[in-house]
């Protein structure tokens, strides 16, 4: 007889465990889990040290987040967004977005419920979804644009869809979602009373001209949305698992009453230094996307020579490239070959798709470029070594 629960029966090791393994067993340079080589803003890293020197900070922090933090994002909304948030009844802190999404799912969805899940995946979704007796229902992102169909997203709204989750710009396409995607999502969560998990993470993660345009702001929809986000990404921070749920107080109620048991307070000190971290000048955030900007040319340029067929991001830290005319096999094959025989680490897309739609994804894997100039510079010579098995 197993010993663990049927509902995590499924569950394996995640990806992201199994290459870091590899990649530290090989010696490979790690372009797979997008955790960045470089370190936090030495500004905000003081006001963490502050924090954890002043003897105010050291004990249990509310449950709901620190005055500071939640008015800090509360302005943030409305600055970056124009949206009007309750500091205190529209903002709850969580031990990062993954735990902000468990959160949501959980204070959202009831067993039976429908949740919509657009693929490729963030890995914790289909989990978190299954945990809350709920049932994933999958509409596919399809290559090489990364753009859905909208009969298949029609099909997905059924009388038991309780919500969709929304990741956007998209991990791992690099999508920006368009103004008439979310207007078409917007337009079916009104029609069938559905409501939005509004992954955000890479929200300040645009390159070039593409804009991040929030769902809450279209009609209808800022009472049917609960945004998520964190300061792992934005703030280059992500061991520090700070995160943050927001929206309308009716929406965000269930979100609160799941967190509190999920996570009795989240650190203390770390969240008066997010808090000025969200309240840094527009150029910060302006520095942030040109160092990124600068970033994904390194590590196109590394590809350019390598055989791999890839097209620029559009936002996030990552590319999708197709592998076909230089590997046959599987995603998680080609990953390892890459690790043992090339010395580069990156992550198969085979594991963020329903077996329903894995065939989508069979031909692609997932580069990060949140590294150092120095080691997006070092993956031209190994990734070059493929070109010698491009097929004719």
């Not at 956007?168 to 103004?179: A, K, Y």
């Not at 520095?287 to 040319?297: C, D, L, P, S």
Request: aromatic share 10%; charged share 20%.
């Amino acid at each position: 007889m197993p010993f663990y629960s049927r509902r995590v029966e499924t569950f394996g090791t995640t990806i992201f465990t199994e290459i870091n393994g590899l990649a530290q067993q090989y010696n490979a340079l790690n372009l797979g889990q997008g955790r960045p080589d470089f370190d936090t803003p030495p500004a905000i890293v003081e006001q963490v040290n502050a924090a954890l020197h002043d003897g105010q900070h050291n004990q249990y922090a509310p449950g709901p987040g620190t005055a500071e933090l939640r008015h800090a994002v509360a302005e943030h909304a409305r600055r970056f967004y124009g949206l009007d948030i309750d500091p205190l009844q529209g903002v709850v802190v969580t031990s990062g977005a993954t735990e902000g999404l468990l959160a949501c799912i959980l204070g959202l969805v009831d067993p039976g419920d429908e949740v919509i899940v657009i693929e490729p995946f963030y890995d914790c979704y289909v989990p978190d979804i299954i945990m809350a007796g709920a049932t994933p229902v999958f509409v596919p992102l399809h290559p090489p644009t990364w753009t859905f169909d909208e009969a298949e997203l029609r099909a997905a709204f059924t009388a038991r869809t309780r919500a969709i989750i929304i990741n956007t710009p998209h991990n791992p396409t690099g999508r920006v979602f368009t103004r008439e995607e979310l207007t078409l999502i917007s337009e079916l969560c009104i029609e069938y009373d559905v409501t939005v998990i509004l992954d955000e993470v890479y929200e300040h993660l645009t390159l070039k001209d593409a804009h991040y345009l929030h769902i809450a702001t279209l009609p209808g929809m800022f009472k049917r949305t609960v945004a998520v986000s964190s300061s792992g990404k934005s703030f280059s921070a992500t061991g520090w698992k700070i995160g943050w749920v927001y929206g309308h107080p009716d929406v965000l109620d269930g979100v609160a009453r799941a967190h509190q048991f999920i996570t009795f307070a989240v650190h203390h000190p770390t969240q008066q230094g997010i808090a000025y971290a969200l309240n840094m000048p527009d150029s910060y955030y302006q520095q942030f996307r040109a160092m990124y900007e600068a970033k994904v040319q390194l590590l196109m340029r590394a590809l350019a020579g390598s055989g791999l067929k890839y097209s620029e991001p559009q936002g996030t830290y990552f590319i999708l490239t197709d592998f076909s005319r230089v590997f046959q096999g599987m995603p998680m094959e080609f990953a390892r070959f890459l690790i043992q025989q090339i010395g580069v680490a990156c992550i198969p897309l085979e594991t963020m798709y329903s077996a329903e739609h894995i065939h989508i994804g069979k031909d692609y894997v997932r580069f990060s470029f949140c590294k150092t100039d120095e080691a997006l510079l070092a993956a031209q010579e190994p990734l070059a070594k493929l070109a010698q098995h491009v097929r004719a």
